[in-house]
T-cell receptor
């Protein structure tokens, strides 16, 4: 069965510090991988996606993610976190020509001043 | 409209009542999804439409849940005889479908509380 695991429920980082959010997936083939961000009271917004090719992908708001097939991982990174990055982040796997998506349980990011 | 619109944003229902949640997707989007997000959880797939056809309803938790998209645009998720375990945020998302990048555009959700 397909699954997405985000092992960290909450993460707190200081503003200006680097960030890495972990995501592992279970799927029989190379999936389509996504990171979404959900700010309070807002809908989920796409940060970045990976389909094929270069395993390091760039997204909006200075985020990047690296696909590692050997580890079945797609971790999200940002070199320097801003207070406005405080939100909940969801990793997702897209299957079947985008007819179904599976989401992780999310990681809530707090940013200390 | 410019984005996916959902209504109502908040709904409180007494156990046993029927509720209807509406989703107005982005104009021209072929695909429409409903997700259920329980407190502290990620979105869980409920059902998927391509135009007016409901191609996958494998995530609907029981036969009390019913979704439709009769004209291929607006969709309604109906929950009959609501139970407390139905309390969640119901998210609607749309996309262009296979021709596009797979990006889902989400509404802000409808928060259902069943008392």
């Amino acid at each position: 069965a397909q699954s997405v695991t985000q092992p960290d429920i909450h993460i707190t980082v200081s503003e200006g510090a680097s960030l890495e959010l972990r995501c592992n997936y279970s799927y029989g083939a190379t999936p389509y991988l996504f990171w979404y961000v959900q700010s309070p009271g807002q809908g989920l917004q796409l940060l970045l996606k990976y389909f094929s090719g270069d395993t390091l992908v760039q997204g909006i708001k200075g985020f990047e993610a690296e696909f590692k097939r050997s580890q079945s991982s797609f971790n999200l990174r940002k070199p320097s976190v801003h207070w406005s990055d405080a939100a909940e982040y969801f990793c997702a796997v897209g299957l079947y020509n985008f007819n179904k998506f599976y989401f992780g349980s999310g990681t809530k990011l707090n940013v200390k001043p | 409209g410019a984005g996916v619109s959902q209504s109502p944003r908040y709904k409180v229902a007494k156990r046993g009542q029927d509720v209807a949640l509406r989703c107005d997707p982005i104009s021209g989007h072929v695909s429409l999804f409903w997700y259920q997000q329980a407190l502290g959880q990620g979105p869980e797939f409920l059902t998927y439409f391509q135009n007016e056809a409901q191609l996958d309803k494998s995530g609907l938790p029981s036969d009390r849940f019913f979704a439709e998209r009769p004209e291929g645009s607006v969709s309604t998720l109906k929950i009959q005889r609501t139970q407390q375990e139905d309390s969640a945020v119901y998210l609607c998302a749309s996309s262009f479908g296979q021709q596009n990048t797979g990006e889902l555009f989400f509404g802000e959700g409808s928060r259902l509380t069943v008392l």
